[in-house]
């Protein structure tokens, strides 16, 4: 692994940017697929020959057994192949098995037992011809069951929270003195549901094999490896013998980080079957069969002096997963790194519940987690009679406030003033329920936002054929962030050719391996081991120039050689790319590059920052909540593509918008079941709920972070918006809502209870 100090010296073509091509809002490579409806997202492939269509059933029951099956009627219903339970269906390896000791994921085997542990869990699957047909049939299945009372009661069983595996409470001074010596404090209690990914594209695989050990499978998952090796141990395969595929995914946020049951289904009925095989999970079918993000608890105690400074920080989370799971949301470590305060407490709590299993989603942590403090901060400014944003002004951290080390890049402060002044914040009235607008109260807020920066290892290759055209090649996807284009962007700039002179290849198990789409981490990986190999392409390049006898360029230095509008040069003297490589190289010429976290990147906090403010209207009489204005900005390092960016950036703020006002999933005790089934009860914002949104990217270059000094911007935008829309809801009316989503029932009775 090389350090930040070699990133920093290294001479790099993305830095002095010449073409330009670098920060600008380039238009998506994959766009024009897109939208005349050509890109094939995995079910929409066209296979070898005509496909059979699988259909998953789901258990009517949370937590029992499987006690029998009907499937006569089924077997003999027209057009049906197969129809499979616990009973026949093919065998397959323990769930978690590894054959393969260096398998990035074990075996996911369906249908491997009578034991339902979840509501909606696949206990019974059916192929047909068609999939109406297929569809028909699965209603004609009849399972009996040996249900037993499911523990689905997140609150009534919190005193059952233990600590997550591995983990602790983490306390810095000592907390519970530092609180109880501070004048000025604030002690509360928020709540956060459930919720549902909803991507417009649902889980989905098409399979067929060639020959008895290689399947081919298409699939919407984020990341590219485990999906592939996990397929390849539950099918009992050598892991090249799978080759997945998975070019266009309509959606991601987590919930695809992991494959579920359609591609193991796809892969064993294809190989049983002989033909191709595509299952797709229904809208409904994905609420209860695919992860969700956890309902949360979260007590939050701040205690400062009159000057606002932090004397002591604690913020404790209570979350659940499934009852043989572990996934935490760590709904408290964002804060480790955001404000200064001498004596710190915060930690994490697992209850196991008999649900569906919990799982990442967009901005883990942080999206819940901000929903809580950012609003304390909020209530600690008015207990204190300061502005909100000079609060966290005041508790701004020199160095990391936890761990010591120094910021690699800190503008949470310029973030803050900077939005301030754009948004207007000075005429925000403190006094809450001052303003008015018609019927509408209205209410300005204003919240931080941080993520943290990650950075994989990761390889890619590039390669230059006799047209002087440029493909990148690399296991990567593209869930609609914009990994396409960023990557055109990249190989443009560093080899000096037009746009359109670029070929990306990416979401494919026999390209050079990258860690896939989530965590904010996928263009600053992907982008710098793209950048890897761009250099390492250019610099072949510039030596098969001054090294052939036939090029204007001969005997120089390489070092010198510049690249440009598909030309290389050497002072005066030039020839095209493309007359370079049909002369000495009419093959085509292919180089690799790598990237690794730095030996040294752990000497440095380093983070992405961003401020939220929000004006919102309130109609007292209705509980009605509409967001007028909102406004973020943020600190993310270097942007590869402004468009792409403030898409994500504001997608983000939406997201916020939702869980702030509409969006949650609710347990039925009686049947373990989520309520909300489809998108016409789970609640997300539409065009009419979103009024006048922006987002501004501040200039940023940290080279510590990465060799292109990106950090990555998809969980940013969802960090902290929520409290911006509560805080400004309070501002608006006075009252506070701690139960997340804050609906018009929920605000009602607030502002009844306050006699207003």
């Known amino acids: 692994m090389s350090s930040v100090a070699d990133w920093e010296a290294t001479p790099n073509p993305v830095k002095t940017n010449r073409a330009g091509l670098i920060g600008k809002p380039v238009d998506r490579y994959e766009g024009p697929l897109k939208v005349t409806g050509t890109a094939p997202y995995a079910y929409e492939v066209q296979p070898p020959s005509p496909p059979a269509y699988g259909v998953m059933i789901g258990a009517e029951i949370a937590v029992g057994r499987v006690t029998g099956a009907d499937l006569a009627a089924a077997r003999a219903a027209p057009g049906v192949l197969a129809v499979w339970t616990h009973e026949n269906a093919p065998a397959q390896p323990p769930r978690g098995t590894k054959a393969h000791p260096r398998s990035s994921a074990g075996s996911r085997p369906a249908l491997d037992g009578d034991r339902v542990t979840y509501w909606g869990q696949p206990v019974a699957f059916v192929v047909a011809d068609t ?24 609150h009534g069983r919190l005193i059952d929270g233990v600590d997550p595996p591995g983990e602790k409470d983490v306390e810095v001074g000592d907390f519970e003195a530092g609180f109880k010596a501070s ?35 298409h699939t919407s998952v984020q990341m590219v490896k485990p999906a592939q090796h996990g397929l390849a141990e539950t099918l009992g395969i050598d892991r090249d013998g799978v080759h997945l595929m998975t070019r266009y995914i309509g959606g991601g946020f987590g919930g695809k980080g992991q494959t579920y049951d359609d591609l193991t289904l796809a892969a064993l009925a294809a190989r049983e079957l002989g033909r191709p095989v595509k299952v797709a999970f229904t809208r409904q079918q994905m609420m209860h069969g695919t992860i969700h993000r956890p309902a949360t608890l979260q007590r939050v105690r701040l205690g400062a002096e009159k000057d606002g400074r932090l004397n002591a920080f604690s913020i404790m989370t209570w979350t659940h997963c499934h009852s043989d799971g572990a996934f935490t949301e760590h709904a408290s470590n964002f804060a480790r790194a955001l404000y200064a305060a001498p004596n710190r407490l915060t930690g994490h709590r697992l209850v196991k519940l008999d649900l569906p299993h919990a799982g990442p989603m967009r901005a883990p942590g942080e999206a819940s987690g901000t929903m809580s403090l950012e609003v304390a901060m909020d209530e600690l400014a008015e207990k204190l009679g300061m502005d909100p944003v000079q609060l966290r002004i005041v508790n701004e951290p020199p160095v990391d406030p936890e761990n010591g080390r120094p910021f690699s890049q800190r503008q949470l402060v310029r973030c803050l003033q900077e939005g301030a002044q754009l948004f207007g914040w000075d005429r925000r009235l403190p006094q809450p329920g001052q303003v008015r607008d018609g019927r509408w109260h209205v209410g300005l807020g204003m919240a931080a936002a941080i993520r943290g920066n990650f950075l994989l290892p990761a390889k890619c290759s590039f390669s230059v054929d006799a047209e002087g055209t440029i493909t990148v090649r690399q296991g990567m996807t593209d869930i609609g962030t914009g990994t396409y284009t960023v990557l055109a962007q990249i190989a443009a700039e560093t080899l ?22 989530g965590g904010q981490f996928g263009a600053a990986t992907a982008g710098s081991a793209a950048l890897a190999a761009g250099v390492n392409l250019r610099r072949a390049v510039a030596e098969l120039a001054v090294g052939d006898a036939g090029s204007p360029l001969h005997g120089g230095d390489p070092e010198a050689v510049t690249f440009q509008d598909g030309v290389i040069a050497l002072e005066n003297r030039s020839e095209t790319l493309s007359d ?21 990147a752990q000497r440095w906090s380093t983070q992405t920052y961003g401020a939220h403010f929000c004006e919102v209207g309130v109609d007292v009489v209705t509980g009605e909540v ?3 204005r909102m406004l973020g900005v943020f600190a993310a390092g270097r942007i590869l593509n402004a468009k792409t960016a403030r898409s994500q950036l504001t997608g983000g703020m939406i997201w916020g918008v939702g869980a702030a006002l509409t ?36 200039d940023e270059v ?32 006075g009252v506070r809502v701690r139960d997340y989503p804050i609906t018009p029932d929920k605000l009602l009775a607030a502002l009844m209870a306050r006699g207003l």
């Open 183 to 217: 004048p000025v404090q604030v002690d509360e209690t928020w709540t956060t549901p459930i919720q549902n990914h909803c991507q417009m594209e649902p889980c989905a695989s098409l399979a067929w094999w060639e020959g008895p050990d290689r399947c081919i499978a």
């Open 663 to 698: 969006e949650g999933n609710a347990v039925d005790p009686r049947y373990g079941s989520l309520i909300a089934q489809d998108l016409a009860q789970y609640l997300v914002p539409a065009h009419a709920d979103i009024g006048d949104l922006d987002a501004i990217m501040l």
């Open 580 to 600: 370079l490589i049909r002369r000495t190289r009419p093959e085509g010429l292919t180089v690799e590059g790598e990237i690794r976290p730095a030996q040294d």
């Open 626 to 628: 509409r967001v007028r």
């Open 131 to 154: 999939l109406e047909n297929a569809v028909a049939a699965a209603h004609l299945v009849k399972l009996s069951y040996a249900p037993e009372t499911p523990n689905v009661d997140f």
């Open 496 to 517: 000096g050719v037009p746009l359109g002179k670029v070929v990306v290849e990416i979401g494919d198990s026999e390209l050079p391996p990258a860690p896939g789409s």
């Open 702 to 733: 940290d080279d510590k972070a990465n060799p292109m000094g990106i950090k990555g911007v998809g969980e940013l935008g969802n960090s902290g918006a929520s409290a911006a829309v509560a805080n400004a809801i309070h501002n608006a009316v």
